[in-house]
């Protein structure tokens, strides 16, 4: 993959034109994207507010925020990041884990969306069913599916919202090719997803389980062959890394990283901040 690399000056003029037309396209010839560029306004993804339909061309990548359909109908909310030059990028998507939200993902300690975006790889993070903005069942009510009061068939959803997220990619975005990365629920659910897509590249599953919340990667894990997956835990984190052995078990092409300690998620990637370097590299060069 070849990485975004702006003139400096260039930038700068960029984020001049940018401030000054607010909503505006951003007229600097190194920093036009697909949907133009536009200021954010205030707000984040998990303020439960309507979607702000905004861009931000600072440093070089263009930021939407979306939503589109699962299979059920429910909404799905997410930001989509790019560089803001040139044809159309390959997408990562990212799923968080439970009680969390698609902001996780641009965590100072485990920036996987500046990460992706200076290697020239755009990122679709979106809010799992039930979390953030992706709150609206198609029934009309709302379900905050953290507090684990509902039915596993609520949760079983989160596999075919990550299958809309790969399409939109596809779609809209126009990504030539699109890869996955999940944390604990999200893991499952883009290990399951995975699992039915054959044309997707990837997938990494940080901690994931032999079932979370009546999510069930084995069956899918076995089939992959010899398609890249790539599996880490911790050992303080003994559900998963146990969870991790046995899937790995189901199949020997499978690739997996245990390490000693990191915790659950994320943290076991700001708790080595190295790794969060190779899989990058790694996930770009599969793209």
């Known amino acids: 993959m070849t990485n975004v690399a702006l003139v400096p000056q260039a930038q700068a003029r960029g984020r001049r034109f940018c401030r000054l037309l607010s909503a505006s396209l951003c007229l600097s010839s190194f920093l036009v994207g697909a949907a133009g560029c536009r200021v954010q306004p205030p707000g984040g993804p998990g ?13 070089g ?13 429910l909404v799905v909310h997410g930001t989509a990041v790019q560089p803001c030059a040139g044809a159309p990028r390959p997408v990562v998507v990212l799923s ?7 902001r996780e993902w641009s965590a100072a300690s485990h920036d996987w969306v500046s990460g ?12 799992l069913r039930g979390h953030g903005q992706s709150t609206l069942w198609p029934d009309g009510s709302r379900r905050n599916l953290c507090t684990g009061n509902y039915p596993a068939a609520d949760y079983a959803g989160m596999v075919s919202d990550v299958q809309a997220a790969v399409a939109y990619a596809r779609t809209t975005l126009g990504a030539p090719t699109v890869a996955l ?14 699992g039915g897509d054959a044309a997707l590249r990837m997938v990494v599953a940080l901690s994931p389980g032999l079932d979370y919340q009546g999510i069930r990667p084995g069956n899918a894990v076995g089939a992959y062959g010899t398609r890249p997956a790539l599996l880490e835990a911790a050992s303080d ?11 790995g078990q189901t199949n020997t092409n499978v690739t997996t990283q245990i390490f000693p300690s990191g915790g659950h998620g994320n943290a076991l990637i700001a708790a080595h901040p190295s790794e969060l370097v190779r899989v990058l590299d790694l996930v770009t060069s599969l793209l």
Do not use: K, M, W
Request: proline residues 3%.
């Open 116 to 127: 992706f975006a200076v290697r020239g790889v755009a990122t679709l993070a979106i809010d």
């Open 181 to 194: 990365v999940g944390a604990s629920i999200g893991s499952n659910s883009s290990l399951v997803a995975y």
């Open 96 to 102: 968080h884990q439970l009680c969390q939200d698609r």
């Open 47 to 59: 303020d439960g507010g309507g979607l702000p339909q905004a861009s931000n061309c600072d440093g």
């Open 61 to 73: 990548t263009n930021a939407e925020e979306v939503s589109f359909a699962a299979a059920d109908g």
């Open 237 to 247: 984190d003994p559900y998963s890394a146990d969870s991790v052995r046995q899937l």
